[in-house]
């Protein structure tokens, strides 16, 4: 799969990373000479933010290649991304020559974030709006405005690559976040210019307070739980009547002089003046990556996408005649103060293997529901060699015993071609609802069985029955 990028700025650069990370192979046109610099450091940003949401390895990176030619860039691509300055002018020349350059299946999408699909296309170019938010590598949101069935296809494509796509039903300025956001931003703009506030104290009154619980519920799922058990009937009762008292500027914007920009900057310079753009990105992302982790236990918003793309992944196959149960990059999060990753990790790392073996026997998510599962009781782990930030991990699993009650694995821990690490597993099958040992259900007792027969006939791997002390 192939996808233009027209346009290598910030959105541009964040949607190249978005495709490529995702394995598949990009082209940039842009005619700045800066263009690939630019691009490459937001690239290392992705490298070494995205993989850390995922408990998989994404697929390997497709190919990057810069055009300073619109359509050669364009030719044969699958989705072609607008995302020159928005300007209409600029984007009414860019995009008939897209459409000229592109073949029928190319999906067209514009990062527009206020023009509707019936401005862009007056010279029939066909185009939806594929609004995304910065940074594109990392939150998933993607609005879909335009032609039915092209927003439909669209929105396959975006879930591929881990992203979620909401279809807007009419065309309207600004599509749906970015009219939320204008008026939040026009309250903040008045804050300031009155004295009331400072740019600090507002971003602290956000991410202090409802930031944390709007990434989570959003805004009527959280003002419905405000309503207590009477719920959102009761809220509206409640705190209806405040929208007629004069708490919002909404219909009134600030003068935008030299005094209003001088005054925004000034105290701009002063809350984040001292770090430079990469350092905020990369909290930034540190940040985003941390809150979306933690919403996958749940499910909930950004972290529900992550889960469900993640399960989409395929599966790795066989290295060496064994099962590829784990593969993962290792995130920045993962290496102490020596540069590499520390035991804790190995041993998560080698549970993720263990977790992926026994769902290929059956033991699965259903029959751990069920009252059933395997419990670790032993495990012991070798380190052969040291594991680094972006180094991208493969696990094999091969079944040393599984008769009865006991489970004994094996977990080989492959930094490319290098084996980093082994971790042998003891557990045993325990009955949830007495927290004794059980005999496993018999479907995962032969499916286990089949795993003990396959690998029989295989050497006693090295270091295996070792303990602390002996030698390797």
């Not at 956000?206 to 009937?233: C, S, V």
């Not at 395929?314 to 590499?340: C, F, I, K």
């Amino acid at each position: 799969m192939k996808a233009a990028i027209i346009g290598g700025g910030v959105i541009g650069g964040g949607w190249a990373a978005r495709f490529l990370l995702n394995g598949w192979d990009v082209a940039v046109a842009d005619p700045d000479p800066q263009a690939e610099r630019k691009i490459a450091a937001v690239l290392d940003n992705a490298r070494r933010a995205l993989p850390a949401l995922y408990d998989r390895a994404l697929p390997h990176e497709g190919r990057l290649t810069f055009h300073a030619d619109l359509a050669t860039a364009v030719a044969g691509a699958d989705w072609v991304q607008e995302s020159v300055p928005e300007v209409l002018e600029v984007k009414h020349r860019i995009l008939p020559t897209i459409v000229e350059a592109a073949g029928p299946q190319a999906i067209i999408g514009s990062s527009t974030s206020g023009f509707r699909p019936s401005e862009l296309n007056a010279a029939g170019t066909g185009a939806i709006v594929a609004h995304p938010f910065n940074p594109v590598y990392l939150l998933p949101l993607v609005e879909l405005v335009g032609d039915t069935d092209t927003c439909a296809r669209a929105a396959d494509i975006l879930r591929s690559i881990g992203m979620y796509p909401l279809t807007v039903r009419h065309e309207i300025d600004a599509h749906i976040a970015d009219r939320l956001l204008e008026a939040v931003w026009r309250e903040a703009l008045w804050l300031v210019k009155d004295g009331i506030a400072t740019t600090a104290e507002i971003d602290e009154a956000i991410r202090m307070g409802f930031g944390i619980r709007w990434a989570q519920m959003g805004l009527f799922e959280t003002y419905r739980i405000a309503g207590g058990e009477a719920g959102m009937a009761h809220f509206m009762a409640q705190f209806g009547p405040a929208l007629s008292w004069p708490w919002t500027k909404l219909m009134d914007v600030p003068e935008f002089n030299d005094e209003l920009v001088d005054l925004i900057a000034s105290q701009s310079d002063a809350q984040s003046g001292h770090l430079s753009i990469r350092d905020l990105e990369r909290l930034r992302d540190d940040n985003v990556v941390a809150m979306i982790r933690a919403l996958r236990r749940t499910g909930s918003g950004a972290g529900g996408v992550v889960t469900a793309h993640e399960a989409a992944l395929p599966d790795a196959g066989e290295r060496d005649g064994l099962p590829v149960t784990a593969m993962r990059q290792v995130p920045v999060s993962w290496t102490d103060y020596n540069g590499h990753m520390n035991e804790t990790h190995y041993l998560e790392t080698a549970s993720l293997a263990t977790d992926r073996f026994m769902q290929m026997i059956g033991a699965d998510a259903d029959y751990i529901a069920s009252g059933r599962s395997y419990f670790t009781v032993e495990s012991h782990i070798r380190h052969l060699d040291e594991v680094h930030a972006g180094d991208r991990l493969t696990v094999t699993t091969q079944v040393l015993a599984g008769a009865g009650k006991r489970l004994h694995l094996f977990n080989r821990l492959w930094r490319d071609d290098t084996l980093a690490a082994t971790v042998e597993t003891m557990l045993l099958h325990t009955d949830l609802s007495t927290r004794r040992t059980s005999d496993p259900d018999p479907a995962v007792a032969a499916h286990l069985s089949g795993w003990v027969e396959r690998h029989a006939g295989m050497p006693a791997p090295e270091g295996a029955g070792r303990s602390v002390g002996l030698g390797r």
